[in-house]
C-alpha cells in the first residue's frame, strides 16, 4: 500500500490547490471501491509543521492532519502552489523543515510533485538542478533569476524527470493531478475525473495564454534603451545590426547583454512584441489575418504564420476561433 502526502506549507499556501488535489485523489479511491478495487494509497494525508495555516488575510485556514515529523515513509509528495504576490524567498525561509523533509524522502523513494510556485521549494531543495521545471509563465523570469541552474521550461504545462513532477501556474495544476491520476489509477480514471472536474485532460503547453511583458527590472541601461527602441519601432524591420550601432555597442555585445537580462535574443523579443500586438487584433478585431500581418510588420504571410504558432502554439485563425468572442473565421 502507498501513502500519499499533500504537503500545507506555512506561508500563504494556495487553498485550492490543497483542496482541489485532495478531493481529485479521494474522488478517485472512492471510485475504485465502488468498483471492487484494493486502495492504490492506503492513506492520503494533509500535513505540515504548523497545526494550523491562515490564508487570505485569515479569511481561511487549512488544518494539516499529521505534522511531518510523524510521517516515516511516504510515496508521494504533493506540493502546493503559493497566493499570487507573496514573497518566494519568505515563503521559503519560513518552511526551512519541509525542504529538509522534502529532499529527505526524495532520497528515499517518494516521487515530488508541485503546482505552480510550488517549485520555489522544490528548486530551493537544489533537487532540480539541471533538470526542467514548469512555473507559470508569469514567474518565470523571477524563477530564473533565482534559479538560474534550472532549465525552466513556462511554455510547458507539465515536466517530469527523475521522480519530479513540476506544473504551469493557475488552473493547469489540475493537468498534473490528472497526470498522476493517470499514473496510479489508470486512463479510465483520469478520464473520468477530467469529466467530473471539467478539465482538458490533454493540454501540454502555457503557450496560448502567455502575455508578454517585457522584462524591464534588470537594471541594464544599455538594455533598456533597446527595448524602449525596439518596442518604439515595432513595425519597422529593425536589424540588430541597426540596433546595436544606435546604441554605440557591438552586435556581439548587445546580443549577450540583451539575453542575460530578459531571455530573448534582440530578433526574439521583436517578434514577441509583434505577436502580442497580433494577438491583441485577433482577439478584438474583424481585420483579416493577412491586416494583421501588414499592419505588425511582417510581408510574408508564410512567416508570418511560423512566428505566430512558434510562440502561441496555435495558428492565427485557431487563436482567434479560441479567443474572439464571436469565432470570426475570415482569413
Known amino acids: ?33 465502488m468498483k471492487g478495487g484494493n486502495p492504490v494509497f492506503e492513506k492520503i ?12 488575510n485569515n479569511l481561511f485556514s487549512v488544518t494539516p492532519i499529521e505534522d511531518i515529523s510523524r510521517i516515516k515513509k511516504t510515496d508521494l509528495i504533493i506540493i502546493p502552489a503559493f497566493l499570487p504576490q507573496t514573497d518566494p524567498e519568505k515563503n521559503i525561509k519560513q518552511n526551512t523543515k519541509i525542504l529538509q523533509w522534502v529532499e529527505s524522502h526524495y532520497k528515499k523513494g517518494a516521487e515530488i510533485a508541485t503546482l505552480c510556485t510550488g517549485a520555489y521549494i522544490l528548486a530551493s531543495t537544489g533537487l532540480v538542478d539541471g533538470k526542467k521545471c514548469s512555473i507559470h509563465w ?51 480514471m483520469a478520464i473520468l475525473c477530467s ?19 517585457g522584462q524591464k527590472s534588470h537594471g541594464d541601461e544599455v538594455v533598456l534603451k533597446a527595448q524602449e527602441l525596439l518596442e518604439k519601432n515595432s513595425t519597422d524591420k529593425f536589424s540588430t545590426d541597426k540596433l546595436a550601432k544606435k546604441l554605440a555597442i557591438s552586435r556581439r555585445n548587445l546580443d549577450r547583454r540583451f539575453f542575460k537580462a530578459t531571455g530573448n535574443t534582440p530578433i526574439e523579443y521583436m517578434q514577441r512584441i509583434k505577436m502580442e500586438s497580433a494577438k491583441k487584433q485577433l482577439e478584438i478585431s474583424r481585420k483579416t489575418v493577412q491586416e494583421i500581418m501588414y499592419e505588425t510588420g511582417y510581408s510574408d504571410l508564410k512567416a508570418f504564420r511560423n512566428v505566430f504558432r512558434k510562440i502561441t502554439g496555435l495558428s492565427p485563425l485557431e487563436y482567434r476561433s479560441k479567443y474572439n468572442k464571436e469565432a470570426i473565421t475570415v482569413s
Open 138 to 188: 508569469n514567474d518565470a523570469q523571477a524563477f530564473r533569476r533565482m534559479f538560474p541552474q534550472v532549465q525552466v521550461v513556462a511554455d510547458q504545462v507539465i515536466t517530469h524527470e527523475h521522480g519530479l513532477y513540476t506544473s504551469g501556474g493557475a488552473f493547469s495544476f489540475m493537468n498534473l493531478v490528472l497526470y498522476l491520476l493517470e499514473k496510479h489509477y489508470g486512463r479510465e
Open 45 to 56: 494525508t494533509l500535513a505540515g509543521i504548523s497545526s494550523k495555516v491562515d490564508v487570505y
Open 1 to 33: 500500500m502507498k501513502h500519499l502526502t499533500i504537503l500545507v506549507p506555512d506561508g500563504q499556501p494556495n487553498p485550492i490547490t490543497i483542496i482541489s488535489t485532495y478531493m481529485a485523489f479521494m474522488q478517485a479511491e472512492k471510485h475504485r471501491a
Open 195 to 213: 469529466k467530473l472536474f471539467q478539465v482538458d485532460i490533454d493540454r501540454s503547453s502555457q503557450s496560448p495564454y502567455i502575455v508578454f511583458n
